[in-house]
């Protein structure tokens, strides 16, 4: 008996027909993603640190089932109110930094002062984030924190981008980030203190002062032991190797 074999067609290496109907349902996620974030920004800074799930799902004119149709948990949307904080943050901070001009103190005090507006724009939203207010406060807080240590060490990175003629360790870059970071966010929650109705510690343009002193003692501190001569009030770019550094 003849047998007729089945044709298999090559592969193609023309490119990928991608599915707009996917496409479209990507998009319609990430804007629903993103308008339920806004809407619990608005419910924190109205109700608080305390904030239910119930109150942000009411904000946002829907239920609680449709949130979770688009974020696995509870702390998967901690997790994007992290993110949001950390873009505001990084969009009012890093266009402004000009290492060729500005001196260490003037990039640490300016992206203090930047940090401050945000936390006085949205206090109950950064009481959230540092206090993991939701059910899950270990994996929630962990990942919300680690949005702000990011920032942390991407500025660390942009220094050591600066400093030239060193490869500065990568540990010792991390240790700074994360105590400029935990020295950041424990003065924070001093400053605003425990309750939403409590007042400011001090004013805004005092604090951004104690805090850009305490973050600066950490770089200054760090670079002394890498070895590099870093002039708190000369431009970043200026600051050089010394022959011996320390290890």
Known sequence: ML????????PSSGPVKVDARTERWRDHRAKVRNEIVDAAFRAIDRCGPEVSLREIAAEAGTGKPKIYRHFNDKADLFGAIGKR???MLIAAIF??????TESTREVIRHSVA??????DEHPNVLRFILRGRFPEPAESTTRGLNEGREITMAMAQLFNNELRGTELD???????????????????DWWLGSDPDS?????SQVFVAHLTTIM?????????LLGIDLDPDL??????PRSAPVT
């Open 95 to 100: 266009p402004g930094i000009d290492f060729a």
């Open 3 to 10: 047998r007729v074999r089945k044709r298999v067609p090559a």
């Open 85 to 87: 904080l950390r873009d």
């Open 170 to 188: 990568s540990a010792a870059l991390e240790l700074a980030a994360a105590a400029t970071f935990g020295s950041a966010s424990a003065a924070t």
């Open 216 to 224: 600066l003692g950490t770089i200054q501190g760090t670079a002394d």
């Open 114 to 119: 930047e940090y401050v507006d945000l936390v």
């Open 235 to 240: 431009p970043v770019r200026r600051a050089t």
């Open 199 to 203: 007042p400011r510690r001090m004013p």
